[in-house]
C-alpha cells in the first residue's frame, strides 16, 4: 500500500456510509450495487452504490472516503489543508443554499466519509463534449458551466460566517482555511524572482493581497479547481462536484478557468476568444444579482485581473521548478505548454485591464526568455471541439 495512504477499505467506506444514512434516516439503510470508480491510486476511496430503505425505496449514491494516512478530524489542520474536511463544510453550506451540486446526503467526520445524492453514471462530464463534441456542442457546454458557476458564486456571496459555522461544527478543533490563492501569492516572491529574474512590484504584489484578503462584493465560495472533469452536465444544468479545494474567497479564481485553458486539469485546452467572451458574459449575468458590479465590463476586468494573476502564481508554483529542468506531459499538454499560455493569458488580462504594469513587465520578460530557452514547446491546444472552425 502506498506510504501515504491510511488502512481503509472500500468495505470500510461502505460500512461507514450504511451507519450514518440509517443515522440521519431513523431507520436501517441497505448499501448495494457496489462499483469502486478509479484506480488503487487515488487519494480518495470514490464508490458508486444503490441504498434501500425498510420501505424498499432505492436511491443512487456516491460515497467518497479519504484515504489520507495523516486524516485527523480532531487536528487544527484538518479542513485548512484541504481534502475530506474541506468539502464537508463547502457541502455544507451549498446544501444550505441550494446551488446544482449533488446533494449532501449524510456523513462521518471522524472516519473521513461523506455520501452525496449521484446524477447517474451516464451523465456526461463537461470534457466528454470538449474533447469529442461539435463546436456548437462544446460552446453550449461551455455557457451552462458559466452559468452554474455564476449561480454557485451568487447563492454564496456573504458566506464565510456560514461556512465558519460550519467549520466549527463539524471540526471543533480545526482553523479556517486561508482564502484560495493567499499561499500562492505568498510564494510569489520566492517562485518568480529566484527562477527566472526580476524583482516583483511591492506595491503590486500589496494591492493583490488585500483583494484576496477582501474582496468586498466578491467574497463568495470558490470551488478552487473548477474543471471539465469536476462538472456534470446534468438535466438541471452543469453541476459542480469536488470541492476540496473549495474556500470563501475571490470568486473569480474560479472565473479566471476558461480563458488560462483551465490550469488544473489534466484535460487542459484553450477555448477561442469568441466563445471566452460568450462565457464570460453568461457568467457575469449570472452572477450579477448578487454582485452587481459584474455588469460593469470596466469593474469585471479590473476584478478579473487579479484573479488571472493570482492563478498564475499558482501555476508556476506547481510547474515551474520540475519544468525548468526537464519536460513532461500530464493529459493532452505539457508543464511547459501550460506555463506558456498562463503567463501569456495573464498578460493579455493585464493589458485589457491597463492594470499592473510593473507585473505585466516582468511577466512578459519571464515569457520572452522562457520562449527562448523553450523554442520547440508548442502552444497551448484548442480543444478539438473547436480546432477545425478556429483558424489559431
Excluded at 461544527?169 to 493567499?182: F, K
Excluded at 474543471?227 to 438541471?236: K, M
Excluded at 493532452?332 to 513587465?361: S, V
Aim: with cysteine; proline share 5%; glycine share 8%.
Amino acid at each position: 500500500m502506498n506510504a501515504s495512504f491510511r488502512d481503509f477499505t472500500t468495505d470500510d467506506a461502505v460500512s461507514c456510509a450504511a451507519a450514518s444514512l440509517s443515522l440521519a434516516a431513523g431507520e436501517p439503510i441497505a448499501i448495494e450495487g457496489i462499483s469502486v470508480l478509479g484506480d488503487e491510486q487515488r487519494r480518495n476511496h470514490v464508490i458508486r452504490a444503490v441504498t434501500r430503505g425498510s420501505s424498499g425505496d432505492r436511491q443512487g449514491v456516491v460515497i467518497k472516503a479519504t484515504r489520507a494516512a495523516d486524516y485527523d478530524a480532531a487536528s487544527e489542520d484538518a479542513v485548512a489543508k484541504g481534502g475530506i474536511g474541506r468539502e464537508w463544510a463547502a457541502a455544507s453550506v451549498l446544501d444550505q443554499r441550494g446551488t446544482c451540486t449533488a446533494r449532501f446526503l449524510a456523513g462521518d467526520v471522524a472516519a473521513g466519509v461523506m455520501v452525496f445524492a449521484d446524477f447517474g453514471a451516464d451523465v456526461p462530464w463537461l470534457a466528454a463534449p470538449l474533447l469529442h463534441g461539435s463546436a456548437s456542442e462544446a460552446e453550449a457546454a461551455l455557457l451552462a458551466y458559466a452559468v452554474s458557476l455564476g449561480r454557485l458564486h451568487a447563492a454564496t456571496v456573504g458566506c464565510h460566517e456560514a461556512y465558519a459555522a460550519c467549520v466549527r461544527e463539524a471540526y471543533p478543533a480545526a482553523r479556517a482555511p486561508r482564502s484560495v490563492g493567499e499561499a500562492w501569492l505568498a510564494g510569489a516572491a520566492a517562485i518568480g524572482p529566484s527562477l527566472l529574474g526580476g524583482a516583483l512590484p511591492d506595491a503590486e504584489l500589496a494591492v493583490l493581497f488585500q483583494r484576496l484578503r477582501d474582496p468586498g462584493p466578491w467574497l463568495a465560495l470558490v470551488h478552487g479547481d473548477p474543471c471539465p472533469d469536476n462538472v456534470l452536465l446534468t438535466a438541471q444544468g452543469a453541476a459542480l462536484l469536488d470541492f476540496e479545494f473549495a474556500a470563501p474567497g475571490h470568486v473569480l479564481i474560479d472565473a479566471a478557468y476558461w480563458r488560462m485553458g483551465f490550469p488544473t486539469c489534466w484535460c487542459a485546452g484553450r477555448v477561442p476568444d469568441t466563445v471566452a467572451e460568450l462565457v464570460e458574459r453568461a457568467y457575469r449575468d449570472a452572477v450579477a444579482g448578487a454582485i452587481p458590479d459584474a455588469r460593469d465590463a470596466a469593474a469585471f476586468r479590473r476584478e478579473y485581473v487579479v484573479a488571472v494573476v493570482v492563478r498564475l502564481f499558482g501555476s508556476l508554483e506547481w510547474h515551474l521548478d520540475t519544468a525548468l529542468k526537464g519536460d513532461s506531459t500530464w493529459g493532452r499538454a505539457t508543464q511547459r505548454n501550460r506555463i506558456l499560455w498562463h503567463l501569456q493569458a495573464a498578460i493579455e488580462a493585464m493589458e485589457r485591464a491597463d492594470a499592473l504594469p510593473g507585473l505585466r513587465r516582468v511577466a512578459q520578460a519571464w515569457l520572452t526568455d522562457l520562449g527562448k530557452r523553450w523554442p520547440d514547446v508548442q502552444k497551448l491546444s484548442v480543444y478539438p471541439a473547436f480546432a477545425m472552425a478556429w483558424d489559431d
